[in-house]
């Protein structure tokens, strides 16, 4: 045994020199409490709003109590048997539902609480009120809930937009881009669901289809058949995917490989150029921003390797799956990003914490002088299987040569 080795297991054992342990306890600990204060946060609302504030019968307050606890105390062995090693479809079902459960009881809540006030210092409502607002509360989320899953598993609408674009040559104008974004094959097994979403996708006379990444929780061996009818995808140009963040839990280079397979074009830091009626288009494709904390080899966003000999006097169409990538993109003068990631906030008001994070939440913007951006509010879902106010979409592009 070697010198370093004895003394730095000696000091160990000491409990003197184990600092590293000492700091992976302590973040370990931190997190338990930020969890634990997260799921405190998110019942304690629907705990008094519904139950404990609205002067129900005693057996009423201690079954509701009964049920926030024992979702507390059971949340977080089924996101870890879910989403960690293990990989359980069944226990991911039953997380990422009750978390879409009490995320709308606990929003509706808080309105329902704030309503409470309102109405008491207005003296509406009398000795009922509390009642009344509780099974308000309950009827409004119930709703929501409802509808909300309708929302998320039906196949989307198609949303059409023209975008103009300056540089587009005359024999482009016209050219039609479908966008696929999110599709989140997971859990739930949506492969009927996936081969409808093509019948639409091909029902839009794509000239090129793009999917901006995530497509799916899982590896590509898990997600085979819910993936397989992208394969079907019909494009008289081009159908390109560059990867989302999520395929960087789920074996990023297999997917890109999984996409190759099915006759797409993977543009990892890479374009092809289109072209019709003698003018081109360069279609170019970046990883997502967190593949360099991967650990992946070669994997990362770099947009100079994407448009490494490309003609800078050709007008571009980035695929970068976060909108936060478009300061890089209006920098090198790129003409228009698609992008998806913010599902639109997927389940109200989660938009509002999106937004923090993200430049725009959905829709067409602009950056700069000459890009574009259009964020797309997704194809699928992830986690929670509800979508309120921020549906889903398949999303028609109609690059215009003029301007507007």
């Given at each position: ?14 409990g003197v020199a184990a600092p590293g342990g000492r700091r992976g306890r302590r ?156 599709t989140h094959y997971g859990p739930i097994d949506r492969a009927h669901w996936s ?5 639409v996708v091909n029902g839009l006379d794509a000239d090129v289809v793009v999917h ?193």
């Open positions: 045994m070697a010198v370093g080795e004895s003394t730095e297991s000696g000091a160990a054992d000491a973040s370990a600990v931190r997190r338990l409490g930020v969890l634990v204060l997260v799921l405190v946060v998110l019942c304690l609302p629907p705990w008094w709003t519904v139950f404990a504030g609205a002067g129900w019968p005693l057996p009423v307050v201690l079954g509701g109590t009964a049920v926030l606890a024992a979702w507390m105390l059971s949340f977080p062995f089924l996101m870890i048997a879910g989403h960690g090693a293990r990989q359980s479809d069944r226990a991911a079902r039953v997380a990422d539902t009750s978390l879409g459960v009490v995320w709308v009881l606990f929003t509706w809540s808080v309105l329902g609480a704030l309503a409470d006030l309102v109405l008491g210092g207005l003296d509406v409502g009398g000795a009922d009120r509390a009642r009344a607002v509780a099974v308000a509360v309950a009827v409004v989320s119930a709703g929501l809930l409802g509808w909300g899953h309708h929302e998320a598993m039906r196949v989307p609408r198609v949303r059409r937009l023209d975008v103009h674009l300056p540089r587009l040559g005359a024999g482009l104008d016209g050219t039609r881009v479908v966008v696929l974004a999110d081969a409808r979403v093509t019948e901006a990444g995530d497509i799916a929780d899982g590896t590509p061996a898990r997600r085979r058949e819910q993936s397989a009818p992208l394969g079907a995808v019909r494009a008289r140009l081009a159908r390109v995917y560059v990867t989302g963040n999520h395929e960087y839990g789920s074996e990023a280079q297999g997917w890109l490989d999984r996409m190759a397979d099915l006759g797409w074009e993977p543009l990892h830091n890479r374009h092809v150029v289109v072209e019709r009626g003698g003018d081109a288009l360069v279609l170019a494709g970046v990883d997502d921003v967190t593949a360099a904390s991967s650990g992946l080899a070669g994997h990362r966003a770099n947009l100079l390797g994407a448009l490494a000999g490309a003609d800078p006097d050709q007008p571009v169409l980035l695929v970068a799956h976060q909108p936060k990538y478009v300061p890089q993109a209006a920098a090198a003068g790129i003409d228009l990003q698609v992008s998806g990631h913010t599902h639109g906030g997927q389940i109200w008001p989660f938009n509002l914490l999106v937004r923090i994070d993200q430049p725009v939440v959905h829709g067409l913007s602009r950056h700069g002088e000459r890009t574009q951006l259009y964020t797309s509010r997704g194809t699928g879902f992830w986690g929670p299987p509800f979508r309120v106010f921020a549906p889903s979409e398949i999303t028609l592009l109609t690059l215009r040569a003029t301007t507007g």
